[in-house]
């Protein structure tokens, strides 16, 4: 099994910074990508941005420019800095993991808890 702990979300103002962490532990060969979604009341989980194990990105439309993920492999934990927040980023979001448990050529997807961003006009 795979855990995936989130960490960083909170409530800031209109313009303000956070940065999400979500630390992945477990049956863990590799992780050839990771990343974070988000979902609002009343909306569908969307993505937000992953990075794959070599440093690939991809970034939702909506937050490029103001987001950026990076990612630590010897920590296997990946990291969501977020910049001039709007209200509209307001969400809970998680943590997604795509993982290879063993030299078995099979992939998992894990999610994290969730964490809660909530962004203040």
């Known amino acids: 099994q795979v855990q995936l702990v989130e960490s960083g979300g909170g409530l800031v103002q209109s313009g303000g910074s956070l940065r999400l962490s979500c630390a992945a532990s477990?049956?863990?060969?590799?992780?050839?990508?990771m990343g974070w979604y988000r979902q609002a009341p009343g909306k569908q989980r969307e993505l937000v941005a992953t990075?794959?194990?070599?440093?690939?990105?991809d970034f939702a439309d909506s937050v490029k420019g103001r987001f950026t993920i990076d990612r630590d492999n010897a920590k296997k934990t990946v990291y969501l800095q977020m910049n001039s927040l709007e209200p509209v980023d307001t969400a809970v979001y998680y943590c997604w993991a795509l993982v290879r448990a063993s030299i078995v050529f099979r992939f998992d997807e894990y999610w994290g808890q969730g964490t809660q961003v909530t962004v203040s006009s």
């Open positions: 477990g049956s863990i060969f590799s992780l050839p990508n």
């Open positions: 990075i794959t194990g070599s440093g690939s990105t």
